[in-house]
């Protein structure tokens, strides 16, 4: 556990604080050996130097954004495109019900071949 990232996340709503800390399990779980860095003013996370996946909180929402996920089709009102599509990102608001365990897969397959 990054120092840093920590103390991001404590800046943060009470809902987003635990959002943020189970969604930094479930990465951990996920991704084998994964490396959590603070870059860019957010958490970041790592392996073989390149990115699994970020968390970026905002006022009202929390954003987990996966790489690597050209292959992953877009689900609506789950998960969403950015940019080329090559990252796909799902939003969390405050009182939704947050589905860990699909998030989990959709990061399992987008790191598997990091």
Known sequence: MNDDVTQYINKTQP???DVCEKLRAMIGQTVPDVEEQFQYGKP???????????????KSKISFMVFNASD???VKGFLRKMGNGERKTVDITEGQDVDYDAI????????AAL
């Open 104 to 111: 989990a897969s959709i990061l399992a397959k987008t790191s």
């Open 72 to 74: 992953i089709p877009e």
């Open 15 to 17: 809902w987003q604080i």
């Open 44 to 58: 970041h996370y790592v392996k073989n130097g390149q990115y699994a996946a970020v968390i970026a909180v905002a």
